[in-house]
């Protein structure tokens, strides 16, 4: 990092200087430091003492991190792609899309089936509930007859 603090120096010659020393960084073909697949400004920037203003307000900085940008793009070029990739045959992955669908549609049945499950029970519990209150037994054909309930329970005498 550059010591700025020296009499004399504005604001301007300070990131004239700044500007020089990352020229002569990019000169000699760094790696760039990345951040989420982009150049890492704030890194950078705090390599050589450089705000995120005085990136933008600088026009030499500024042409110089659209190069650093260019320079970063080509080197997760070159890291991204293997020598030997292999790129799936298109009907390896109509397979696996069908495969996927198939999978897919399985797994709807089962939650269809597990749901009913549920209701089943839910409907079992309420008609152990009414038993228990009334003492009168409600049947599963009662039951699945769209949950119809006899609106007046007969009285446990008549059972």
Do not use: C
Not at 73 to 100: C, F, M, W, Y
Not at 125 to 142: D, K, P, V, W
Not at 149 to 155: A, K, N, R, S
């Amino acid at each position: 990092m550059i010591d700025s603090r020296k009499k004399g120096n504005s604001a301007k010659a300070i990131g004239d200087q700044r500007a020089d020393t990352v020229s002569k960084w990019l000169t000699s073909n760094p790696e760039i430091p990345l951040y989420q697949g982009r150049a890492n400004q704030a890194e950078i920037g705090r390599k050589f003492g450089i705000t995120k203003s005085t990136w933008r307000s600088n026009p030499r900085l500024d042409k110089l991190w659209q190069q650093i940008k260019k320079n970063a793009a080509k080197q997760i070029h070159h890291t991204v792609q293997p020598k030997e990739s292999n790129h799936g045959q298109p009907e390896d992955i109509r397979n696996l899309l069908k495969e996927k669908d198939r999978l897919i549609n399985w797994l709807r049945r089962e939650l269809s089936r597990a749901e009913s499950k549920v209701e089943l029970l839910e409907l079992d519990g309420a008609a152990e509930e009414f038993l228990i209150q009334t003492g009168r037994y409600i049947s599963y054909s009662t039951l699945n007859d769209e949950y119809k309930l006899d609106p007046e329970p007969t009285p446990s005498s008549e059972l």
